[in-house]
């Protein structure tokens, strides 16, 4: 007897960035999936331009997926943005973005819990931006949030350096109590950290302009131009790192993940120096001193197979080998 194949059925929640875009197309053009719809926060830049950025980018792929805007700030504190990463506009200041349609009247965070309720433990929800979307549906209705099936999360440092903080990665910094809501509320997740996305995963200057070739590839290489400068200010070396199209190659093609381990995660919301901070208990190295950390479990991602990440993506942009 065949296995009947579920359609697997998602939410994205994003702060629509040059990197978020690229994991949108890669969901949007994954035929064998249901988007059920997109979630916009503040993040990279307002929700103005992150929702503008979220509707464009359903265009470019031609569906007919539903935006929802949510939270323009996080929780607690005012926003923080990146626009110095993606442009003042998220997407590279390059006249990519003059989308046709509008958002939802319907608050993200009422799409969510509307949405979980009438699919439970079916839904998955892509986080690829701060989440204080997610947490403020966990504290509305926790038992109804408890039917999410799956949470994927690009945020944490991983097992590598900060990007905001030494010590803190971009999207838990903005909003680390809504984080912190997240990690506690018990909902299955797996986090992909920020230290996946550079190394062979990372995109060099000539890796980019090969994305030219096709319409999609174009918009996303465009979107994330002002990255490499970025970079080659910061480092010296420039190049285009794509962390959520990592986070999302992980949801989507499990095979991408090549190593993943358990831990009890602890998100730091009260020293200033540490703000942001995850502290990742992997649970099969039994450290003796273990102050009040959550006995949730959450799997991290240790390593992806970069060149399968790349291949994926350049799929989804409709670039395959036989172009080359
Ligand atoms: O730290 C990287 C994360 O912050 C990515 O999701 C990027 O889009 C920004 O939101
Ligand atoms: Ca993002």
Request: negative net charge; charged residues 25%.
């Amino acid at each position: 007897i065949t296995e009947v194949q579920t359609v697997r059925k998602f939410i994205i929640d994003t702060d629509v960035g040059g990197d978020d875009a690229a994991a949108l197309v890669m969901a949007l053009r994954e035929p064998s999936i249901e988007i059920l719809g997109i979630t916009t926060l503040g993040g990279n830049v307002p929700i103005e331009n992150t929702t503008k950025n979220a509707l464009q980018a359903v265009e470019e792929c031609g569906r007919d997926v539903p935006v929802y805007m949510g939270c323009a700030k996080p929780l607690m504190r005012d926003l923080i943005t990146a626009d110095n990463v993606h442009g003042k506009d998220g997407m590279g200041d390059c006249g990519l973005i003059h989308p046709t349609r509008k958002p939802e009247k319907m608050h993200a965070v009422e799409f969510i819990l509307e949405t979980v309720a009438a699919n439970p433990d079916e839904v998955e929800i892509v986080a690829l931006g701060p989440v204080s979307n997610i947490a403020l549906a966990i504290m509305k209705d926790r038992e109804t949030m408890k039917k999410v099936k799956h949470i994927w999360s690009m945020g944490t440092s991983g097992f590598g350096a900060g990007n905001i903080t030494p010590v803190a990665e971009f999207n838990v910094f903005v909003d680390a109590e809504s984080y912190s809501v997240m990690l506690n509320s018990g909902i299955p997740m797996t986090i992909a950290g920020f230290d996946l996305c550079l190394g062979d995963a990372a995109f060099t200057p000539d890796e980019l302009d090969e994305l030219m070739i096709s319409p999609l590839g174009r918009f996303i290489a465009e979107g994330n131009r002002v990255k490499l400068g970025f970079n080659e200010k910061l480092t010296g070396i420039p190049f285009v790192d794509l962390p959520d199209a990592v986070a999302m190659a992980a949801a989507l093609y499990p095979e991408v993940v090549t190593e993943a381990i358990t831990a009890h995660c602890y998100c730091c919301t009260k020293e200033t120096a540490t703000y942001g901070q995850v502290i990742i208990y992997d649970i099969a190295k039994p450290f003796s001193v273990k102050y009040d950390i959550p006995e949730t479990f959450t799997k991290v991602v240790k390593s992806i197979d970069p060149a399968l990440f790349k291949a994926r993506l350049k799929k989804s942009l409709g670039i395959n080998s036989e172009w080359r």
